[in-house]
């Protein structure tokens, strides 16, 4: 009967379920874990989709690993579970491995997702391998004292 006691993230659910999202889709959705920054970090690069959609991933990376990695998300809820998601794939693997992040991996990781939301999973990987780019060109030919 009553409906006012703070069940919004079940509404939410039931509305992503309805349209076409997975429970897992919606769990990174809801939970946001990998959401953020990372201060000092080591490589920093944002990129901004067709859709209008914007990403602006976060990466420590030590001995050509990603030791860490958020990410901060201005889009919708296909946006948030791809990098969610994507950061969970991209976290203790080696550059090269990252590298070969195909947008099928993050898709396989969200189970399911909208037809009209593959962007979103496009952005996330374009971002991720954006970053990678970046960092190797700013760490390959002026090598940082260490
Ligand atoms: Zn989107």
Same mark, same amino acid.
């Given at each position: 009967?009553? =409906?006012?006691?703070?069940?919004?993230?079940?509404?939410?659910?039931?509305?992503?379920?309805?349209?076409?999202?997975?429970?897992?889709?919606?769990?990174?959705?809801? =939970?946001?874990?990998?959401?953020? %920054?990372?201060?000092?970090?080591?490589?920093?690069?944002?990129?901004?989709?067709?859709?209008?959609?914007?990403?602006?991933?976060?990466?420590?990376?030590?001995?050509?690993?990603?030791?860490?990695?958020?990410?901060?998300?201005?889009?919708?809820?296909?946006?948030?579970?791809?990098?969610?998601?994507?950061?969970?794939?991209?976290?203790?693997?080696?550059? =090269?491995?990252?590298?070969?992040?195909?947008?099928?991996?993050?898709?396989?990781?969200?189970?399911?997702?909208?037809?009209?939301?593959?962007?979103?999973?496009?952005?996330?990987?374009?971002?991720?391998?954006?970053?990678?780019? =970046?960092?190797? %060109?700013?760490?390959?030919?002026?090598?940082?004292?260490?």
């Amino acid at each position: 009967m009553s =409906e006012t006691n703070g069940n919004d993230s079940n509404d939410i659910r039931k509305l992503l379920t309805s349209s076409g999202y997975s429970e897992k889709a919606i769990n990174y959705f809801l =939970e946001k874990k990998n959401l953020g %920054s990372i201060p000092n970090a080591d490589q920093v690069s944002e990129l901004t989709g067709t859709c209008g959609d914007t990403m602006k991933v976060y990466l420590r990376v030590e001995d050509g690993r990603i030791k860490d990695a958020k990410i901060q998300v201005l889009g919708c809820p296909g946006a948030v579970a791809s990098a969610m998601a994507a950061m969970d794939f991209i976290k203790g693997k080696t550059l =090269e491995e990252a590298q070969r992040l195909k947008d099928r991996d993050i898709f396989r990781m969200l189970e399911d997702i909208p037809d009209q939301k593959t962007h979103c999973i496009r952005l996330t990987n374009k971002t991720i391998q954006k970053a990678i780019e =970046e960092y190797r %060109s700013n760490n390959g030919k002026n090598v940082k004292g260490k």
